[in-house]
């Protein structure tokens, strides 16, 4: 189904009932879903044609929804160039005295195609974070960390405090054998900070790795006034690595403000899917990304056409289609760090992500309740307003982390993500054990008149924030 058809069908339903009281249809979102999940967007990972493909799909709608190009450079993308890096061996062995002992199931990568080390000191720094690694005495060790938030910066702190080399002890919920998928493959910015070499040992080796006061180590390493602590032996450690740099981009559009142009209701979505997921020869071998996040991108549009229609806002909306999400956050953190410092000022950050899960009829839940008592109030009166029910309850929380508002809600950005898919956890837990980055997250298993109430809601509730009568945001 083509743009055009889809904004055909909106518009005939246009005509017939005001902007204001429009009401978004399954419909309307089964139209762009269709076209994202579909076998010929090959999962819409970034940096393929696939993720090409979607870019072109989105912005080619942000223009036909009636946005303005929103960038920070005044264009519809905001590029970002990536580094694909991706292990293809791995090795590493503990030195005390004469006793020389490997590591099963290390997965490491390197700065170069083939980087080795061989009796080097290591030092154990626990879950210490990113400012206090940087500040730490480091230089030519390779430092062995707990698993904690914030890795990335971690691990860029490590580098810049001259650090040989870095090993993650990974938690005892992650099996060995699934090491390799997680930690084998990954993606940063092409000039991102990195150490010469960055492992991941199994919590299986833990012992082996820090030796007799492994318990001991693990325990108070925990603690933030913890003191890194030189380590017993040595370390043998290589990594054969492959790397591709690409580009990718954000897709933004924006409404502009009427009275508070520099202020602004940002809405966000991730376009990207994790691509091809499945061996050569496999029946089906694309993971589409129906709901995660089809869904949420096609809300993004058709929240986005509405509200362009509709009266002019006092503060300005933008729409941003983030790319590289399951990349690790990477376009919604670049797109925070390019308007920091800038004369707009984000008041309020509506991601939306993984809708259609769930059917019509489930309250409001939201992740991010609890830390922006303002935005709760009006999100659950806008909420109310419009026929849906309210959940108060703060299990969504877990979500945090592990969505886009994170990148803003870290750098003091009110983020929420409102929503009937967190609304009951239980649905939610089930689709993530369940099609969640498999094939068969497709277009057949959504629950779209849900996500349409969503996509209801988010014009509302842009609606109420972009009002600074309604909501200050002093």
């Not at 870019?55 to 190009?69: N, Q, R």
């Not at 993971?287 to 362009?308: K, P, Q, Y």
């Not at 303002?374 to 309850?393: F, Y």
Request: with cysteine; aromatic share 4%.
């Amino acid at each position: 189904m083509s743009l055009r058809t889809i904004f055909g069908l909106a518009a005939g339903l246009l005509a017939t009932t005001s902007a204001f009281a429009q009401s978004i249809t399954p419909d309307m979102l089964r139209g762009h879903i269709a076209v994202l999940a579909s076998d010929a967007y090959e999962g819409r990972e970034p940096g393929t044609a696939g993720g090409e493909r979607a870019e072109a799909y989105v912005l080619e709608a942000f223009a036909a929804a009636g946005l303005k190009p929103g960038a920070p450079d005044g264009r519809w993308r905001q590029e970002l160039v990536l580094t694909h890096v991706r292990s293809k061996s791995s090795a590493a062995t503990i030195r005390r005295g004469a006793v020389a002992t490997p590591l099963a199931g290390v997965v490491a990568t390197g700065a170069m195609p083939d980087m080795r080390v061989a009796g080097v000191a290591m030092t154990y720094a626990g879950t210490l974070d990113a400012a206090t690694l940087a500040a730490a005495p480091l230089r030519g060790r390779i430092v062995v960390l707990a698993m904690a938030p914030g890795r990335a910066d971690r691990v860029s702190a490590l580098a810049r405090a001259g650090a040989a080399g870095v090993v993650f002890i990974a938690p005892a919920s992650l099996k060995d054998d699934q090491l390799p998928e997680i930690f084998g493959s990954t993606v940063a910015p092409g000039d991102v900070a990195q150490p010469p070499l960055v492992a991941f040992v199994p919590q299986s080796q833990a012992a082996t790795l820090l030796g007799p006061q492994a318990a001991t180590l693990t325990k108070a390493g925990a603690a933030k006034d913890f003191r890194p602590v030189a380590l017993d032996g040595t370390i043998d450690l290589s990594a054969t690595t492959e790397r591709r740099r690409f580009t990718t981009a954000n897709i933004v559009g924006m409404i502009p403000g009427t009275q508070r142009p520099n202020e602004a209701v940002l809405l966000s979505a991730h376009w990207d899917h994790i691509g091809i997921c499945r061996p050569e020869g496999t029946a089906d071998r694309i993971c589409n990304g129906a709901a995660d996040n089809a869904s949420g991108t096609a809300i993004l549009i058709e929240t986005a056409r509405v509200l362009a229609k509709g009266p002019a806002p006092a503060r300005s909306l933008y729409f941003v289609a983030t790319t590289a999400e399951e990349m690790g956050l990477l376009g919604s953190d670049a797109y925070a760090a390019a308007i920091a410092g800038t004369p707009l000022r984000v008041v309020a950050n509506l991601n939306i992500d993984t809708t259609a899960i769930t059917p019509a009829g489930l309250p409001v839940a939201m992740v991010g309740r609890g830390n922006h008592p303002a935005i709760d109030r009006l999100v659950d009166e806008t909420a109310r307003s419009i026929g849906r029910k309210v959940d108060t309850d703060t299990e969504a929380n877990i979500m945090v982390e592990r969505q886009d508002g994170w990148a803003f809600g870290k750098r003091g950005i009110p983020a929420v993500m409102a929503t009937g898919s967190v609304s009951d956890m239980k649905q939610l837990f089930a689709y993530l054990d369940g099609p969640y980055h498999k094939p068969t997250d497709d277009l057949a298993h959504l629950e779209l008149a849900g996500a349409a109430e969503d996509a209801d809601l988010h014009v509302a509730l842009a609606r109420t924030l972009a009002d600074p009568a309604r909501y200050p945001a002093n």
